[in-house]
Protein backbone atom coordinates (compact mmCIF):
# COMPACT_ATOMS: atom_id res chain seq x y z
CA UNK A 1 0.00 0.00 0.00
CA UNK A 2 0.95 3.72 -0.55
CA UNK A 3 -0.24 6.60 0.79
CA UNK A 4 -1.95 9.76 -1.42
CA UNK A 5 -2.21 13.37 -0.32
CA UNK A 6 -5.47 14.83 -1.57
CA UNK A 7 -4.76 18.67 -0.45
CA UNK A 8 -8.16 19.64 -1.20
CA UNK A 9 -9.24 17.74 1.95
CA UNK A 10 -6.16 18.81 4.33
CA UNK A 11 -6.44 21.61 6.98
CA UNK A 12 -2.77 21.80 8.31
CA UNK A 13 -3.60 20.47 11.52
CA UNK A 14 -0.32 18.42 11.37
CA UNK A 15 -1.60 15.52 13.24
CA UNK A 16 0.01 13.47 10.60
CA UNK A 17 3.20 14.70 11.39
CA UNK A 18 3.43 14.55 15.40
CA UNK A 19 2.06 10.83 14.96
CA UNK A 20 5.01 9.93 12.63
CA UNK A 21 7.38 11.61 15.06
CA UNK A 22 5.68 9.62 17.70
CA UNK A 23 6.13 6.36 15.68
CA UNK A 24 9.71 6.84 15.12
CA UNK A 25 10.17 7.72 18.63
CA UNK A 26 12.19 5.64 20.88
CA UNK A 27 8.93 4.99 23.39
CA UNK A 28 6.32 4.92 20.82
CA UNK A 29 4.11 7.26 23.15
CA UNK A 30 3.05 10.70 22.72
CA UNK A 31 3.96 12.01 26.33
CA UNK A 32 7.54 10.70 26.03
CA UNK A 33 8.33 10.98 22.51
CA UNK A 34 8.83 14.66 23.07
CA UNK A 35 10.89 14.79 25.78
CA UNK A 36 13.18 12.30 24.55
CA UNK A 37 16.77 12.56 23.81
CA UNK A 38 17.77 12.30 21.00
CA UNK A 39 14.40 13.96 19.54
CA UNK A 40 12.42 12.09 17.31
CA UNK A 41 11.58 13.94 14.15
CA UNK A 42 8.60 13.65 11.43
CA UNK A 43 9.81 12.42 8.29
CA UNK A 44 7.19 14.46 6.17
CA UNK A 45 5.76 18.33 6.34
CA UNK A 46 3.08 19.61 5.73
CA UNK A 47 2.91 23.18 4.97
CA UNK A 48 1.05 26.12 2.61
CA UNK A 49 2.46 27.04 -0.28
CA UNK A 50 0.45 29.03 -2.80
CA UNK A 51 -2.10 29.62 -0.33
CA UNK A 52 -3.00 25.42 -0.65
CA UNK A 53 -1.82 22.56 1.61
CA UNK A 54 1.23 21.07 0.49
CA UNK A 55 2.78 17.94 1.86
CA UNK A 56 6.46 17.55 1.58
CA UNK A 57 7.22 13.72 1.77
CA UNK A 58 9.90 11.27 -0.08
CA UNK A 59 8.17 10.62 -3.84
CA UNK A 60 9.85 7.00 -4.05
CA UNK A 61 11.46 8.47 -7.58
CA UNK A 62 11.63 5.69 -9.99
CA UNK A 63 15.20 6.18 -10.62
CA UNK A 64 16.03 8.14 -7.11
CA UNK A 65 19.18 10.78 -7.38
CA UNK A 66 19.46 10.45 -3.87
CA UNK A 67 20.68 7.09 -3.86
CA UNK A 68 22.73 7.55 -7.31
CA UNK A 69 24.42 10.43 -4.98
CA UNK A 70 24.84 8.38 -2.02
CA UNK A 71 28.51 7.14 -1.79
CA UNK A 72 28.35 4.64 1.28
CA UNK A 73 25.51 2.85 -0.08
CA UNK A 74 22.95 3.93 3.21
CA UNK A 75 20.01 4.53 0.00
CA UNK A 76 17.63 1.20 -1.17
CA UNK A 77 15.08 1.35 -3.30
CA UNK A 78 13.03 -1.61 -2.76
CA UNK A 79 11.02 -4.30 -4.42
CA UNK A 80 7.76 -2.30 -3.39
CA UNK A 81 9.43 0.77 -4.15
CA UNK A 82 9.57 2.40 -1.50
CA UNK A 83 13.44 4.09 -1.06
CA UNK A 84 14.54 4.03 2.22
CA UNK A 85 17.83 5.61 4.21
CA UNK A 86 19.65 3.37 6.61
CA UNK A 87 20.38 5.92 9.16
CA UNK A 88 23.07 3.19 10.46
CA UNK A 89 24.77 3.36 6.98
CA UNK A 90 24.28 7.42 6.46
CA UNK A 91 27.83 9.31 7.64
CA UNK A 92 26.25 12.15 7.09
CA UNK A 93 28.06 13.83 4.07
CA UNK A 94 24.42 15.62 3.26
CA UNK A 95 24.67 14.66 -0.46
CA UNK A 96 21.42 12.82 -0.65
CA UNK A 97 19.84 16.28 0.78
CA UNK A 98 21.13 18.21 -2.15
CA UNK A 99 20.31 15.32 -5.05
CA UNK A 100 16.60 15.37 -3.37
CA UNK A 101 14.84 17.45 -6.19
CA UNK A 102 11.82 17.39 -4.14
CA UNK A 103 13.15 18.56 -0.36
CA UNK A 104 12.15 15.40 1.07
CA UNK A 105 15.09 14.35 3.03
CA UNK A 106 16.08 15.66 6.39
CA UNK A 107 19.46 16.01 8.62
CA UNK A 108 19.97 15.30 11.99
CA UNK A 109 22.67 17.20 12.58
CA UNK A 110 22.86 16.10 16.37
CA UNK A 111 23.11 12.38 15.61
CA UNK A 112 24.67 13.26 12.20
CA UNK A 113 22.62 10.96 9.76
CA UNK A 114 19.85 11.88 6.64
CA UNK A 115 16.51 10.47 6.89
CA UNK A 116 13.24 10.00 5.13
CA UNK A 117 9.74 8.74 5.05
CA UNK A 118 10.14 5.14 5.04
CA UNK A 119 6.03 4.31 4.65
CA UNK A 120 6.34 3.06 8.67
CA UNK A 121 8.35 -0.09 6.91
CA UNK A 122 8.02 -2.52 9.29
CA UNK A 123 4.49 -1.29 10.68
CA UNK A 124 1.29 -2.85 9.47
CA UNK A 125 -0.02 0.73 9.09
CA UNK A 126 1.62 4.32 8.27
CA UNK A 127 1.36 6.36 11.28
CA UNK A 128 0.46 9.74 9.40
CA UNK A 129 -2.38 8.06 7.28
CA UNK A 130 -3.91 6.86 10.45
CA UNK A 131 -3.66 9.98 12.12
CA UNK A 132 -5.15 11.72 9.67
CA UNK A 133 -9.19 12.65 10.37
CA UNK A 134 -10.01 14.64 7.34
CA UNK A 135 -9.31 11.72 4.91
CA UNK A 136 -6.37 13.95 3.07
CA UNK A 137 -3.82 11.28 3.57
CA UNK A 138 -5.76 7.38 2.36
CA UNK A 139 -4.12 4.21 1.59
CA UNK A 140 -3.96 3.56 -2.58
CA UNK A 141 -2.88 0.51 -4.70
CA UNK A 142 -1.16 3.37 -6.68
Given at each position: ????????????????????????????????????????????????????????????C?????????????????????????????????????????????????????????????F???????????????????
Open positions: MKKKFIKDKCITCKQCMMECSVRHSASGNLYDAFTETPKSHYRLQVSIRKDRPHMTVCQNAKPKCMASCEYGAITKYEDGNVVIDTKKCVGCWACVEACPFGAITKNAELNFAFNCDDCRGDTMACVEACKTGALVYTDK
